[in-house]
């Protein structure tokens, strides 16, 4: 009796559709969803797109968001700084997310809090103070003296005190 061969293949094993890059990147974000939860998934996607996005986004928020246009506000000034000289990385992130261009504009908490405390008299009259210690203070003075330089202008870090 001649042997047959049962030519039975294998059933091949069934691959996960994989998603296309347009479904992957363009992130469906409710326009009435918490600002706190669209900047938390912003920041996670914008970090998995260009990892030096991550750390300057840290505790930052949503200020404002519109049709072509997005204003986060970071707490501190040297991340604004950060994420200005990475804006094109920032806003392709940002425009991936939205699923479509997205202007990004960078406020820091530093800065607008500096900004308010000097525009009052007692803000102005405190940055005044703080100034004049510096110009007297010991360790300066001798700097100067060592250095022989001069003070040409003197700008505060950080929030006032």
Known sequence: MP???ASAKAPE???PAQPTAAAS???DVAPDAPPELVFERLRSFAGEASPGLLAPLEGGRIVERGDGHLTIA???LFSAKRLNHKRAQLEAA???FFG???RVEIESADSEDAAAADSTAEGRESARDRRQRALTHPSVR???EV???EIVEIRPVGGPR
């Open 100 to 102: 479509s261009t997205i």
């Open 147 to 149: 250095l022989e330089g």
């Open 74 to 76: 970071v707490p501190t």
């Open 13 to 15: 094993p069934e691959t």
């Open 142 to 144: 001798r700097a100067l």
């Open 25 to 27: 990147d363009a992130h």
């Open 3 to 5: 042997s047959r061969r």
């Open 94 to 96: 940002c425009s991936r």
